[in-house]
């Protein structure tokens, strides 16, 4: 049965967040959360996940919803720092390394690929994989086989929110459960 209400609330590191629940298949919805522009939560979430994320040379997050969780804990660990998976061969990118992706919000294959510089950078070295969301996990598998591609070791994995089945996985570090509504 679709679900009779257009809010979710969550409270996340004490803050209460209203998200819009919003059809992604035939039956299927979910909860639909955008970090970007939620300076206040990129704050408080990259503070609370700071101490739990494994020792690290670097992080990483997929264009773009990451990025500010990124940019923030890269500073509170004091990194010089991250990587970008962007969704598309930039003109600047030499000898790009890239993989596909298919994820629930964007319902569509997509690809993320680095700069041949910043792989080199990643050969050899620890990397924690961010996100703003964990769902089915393929954007996390699509970053894990670059990071994999480039010669680094995938040590971590980290998100606001694991949502579904996400949450019963013993590999993520999260923040809070996000349900999906099935009917």
Do not use: W
């Amino acid at each position: 049965m679709k679900p009779n209400f257009d809010k979710y609330e969550i409270n996340i590191v004490g803050l209460v967040r209203k998200l819009p629940v919003v059809q992604v298949e035939d039956h299927l919805s979910i909860a639909s959360f955008v970090l970007l522009g939620d300076s206040q939560l990129v704050l408080k979430a990259a503070a609370a996940l700071k101490d739990r994320i494994p020792a690290c040379d670097y992080m990483i997050t997929a264009e773009a919803k990451g990025i500010p969780l990124v940019q923030e804990l890269s500073r509170l660990m004091n990194m010089d720092r991250y990587f970008v998976a962007r969704k598309s061969i930039k003109p600047y990118m030499t000898n790009p390394f890239v993989t596909e992706v298919y994820s629930i919000t964007t319902q569509k294959k997509q690809i993320l690929c680095l700069d041949e510089s910043e792989s080199n950078m990643i050969r050899g070295k620890r990397i924690v994989i961010v996100d703003d969301v964990i769902s089915t996990g393929e954007s996390l598998r699509a970053m894990e086989t670059l990071v994999k591609k480039a010669g680094g070791n995938v040590v971590g994995r980290a998100a606001v929110l694991a949502e579904g089945d996400a949450a019963d996985r013993s590999d993520i570090i999260y923040l809070e459960k996000l349900p999906v509504f099935k009917y």
